[in-house]
């Protein structure tokens, strides 16, 4: 009897069909006055964008609280199908599909307690996905800025373009490739 692969042990991507929802990138309420965007590129090993890969972003409040907005992500009452998030609560969770051009954009409020979003990367080629952070801001005290050579610890620090707004490239390998971390 021949073996099927596991959808781990399969090049995707698998990430378009079920998992993007509507208000995604929304983690916070449009309008807020704190709202902020982090947007960047995903790049693949020879620099080319990649245009299917999902992003997810895990933060705290504001206020340091990481309990996020219970309710916040709609379902429709008769179909059960899921409508969005409510745009009113704070969630602190972000899923964010690329674009064709392989851009992403996430618009949150900053975090409370630490400098940084969490991102966890899901892209074509990946047999298991990949973690990393997005400094808003550089931190002398942050242990694991500390622990890297300096010229790997810029591929965590976003760049501020303009008051509120942060570029954050991810580049899956190669050239300026993103320090990933690795939990067990």
Partial sequence: MPRIPTPS???????????????????????HPDLITVHGYVYDGAGQPVPDALLETWQPAPDGSRSG???????????????????VGFTGFGRIATAADGHYA??????????????????????????????????PDD????????????????AEERPGTYRFDIR???????VFLEFR
């Fill in 9 to 31: 042990q399969t090049v995707g991507p698998f990430y378009g069909y079920a998992l993007p929802f509507t208000g995604g990138p929304e983690v916070a309420p449009v309008g």
């Fill in 69 to 87: 907005a219970p309710g916040s992500l709609r379902h429709d009452p008769v179909t059960g199908q899921v409508i969005g998030r409510d745009g």
């Fill in 106 to 139: 996430v618009r949150t409020l900053p975090p409370g307690g630490v400098p940084y979003l969490s991102v966890l990367v899901f892209a074509r080629g990946l047999l298991h996905h990949l973690y990393t952070r997005a400094y808003l801001r550089p931190d």
């Fill in 143 to 158: 242990a694991l800025l500390a622990s890297l050579p300096a010229d790997r610890r810029g591929t965590l620090l976003a």
């Fill in 172 to 178: 899956l390998q190669g050239e300026g490739e993103t």
